[in-house]
């Protein structure tokens, strides 16, 4: 495959991979703020019960539309290292949860705020999603080696 095509390819994937996580990331900043600031919860456990109930979305939406041309290796398998790299993801993502939010506190001389809070959080999310999209197209919904 010659270079334009292959960049091709990769824009077309890519595409479609931000596309499912937007979703998956409006889900995870609902969620998120729900569990913080209505229900009382601590950032990081909301974090990683927010982006646990994303990542369903994340899942369907990419095997089903951003990979859907790449071989399944078997849905036992594939799933499980889809958790396991969310699993990977989602703690280095409540990781950055919390020193963002630790800083900001340090920084501010208080509790950070609302606004301060959803900032560290999308930050986080940012950095996670291109970790995720390299982990996705190099090891769970790879393309089988040629025979």
Do not use: Q
């Not at 900043?29 to 982006?51: M, Q």
């Not at 594939?78 to 993502?93: D, S």
């Amino acid at each position: 495959m010659n270079p334009p095509s292959r960049l091709r390819r990769l824009v077309g994937v890519g595409s479609r991979f931000l596309v499912v996580g937007a979703l998956s990331t409006l889900i995870e900043v609902g969620v998120f703020n729900l569990l913080v600031f209505v229900w009382g919860w601590d950032v990081v456990t909301a974090k990683i019960v927010a982006s646990l109930v994303a990542l369903v979305n994340a899942y369907i939406g990419n095997r089903e539309w951003t990979f859907r041309h790449r071989d399944r290796r078997g849905r036992v398998s594939e799933v499980v290292l889809f958790l396991v790299t969310n699993a990977v993801c989602t703690a280095i993502g409540a990781g950055l949860v919390w020193v963002g939010v630790e800083f900001a506190a340090v920084a501010l001389g208080r509790a950070p705020g609302a606004v301060a809070v959803n900032i560290v959080n999308l930050a986080s999310i940012v950095i996670v999603v291109l970790l995720r999209f390299v982990l996705y197209h190099g090891i769970v919904f790879r393309v089988s080696p040629a025979k």
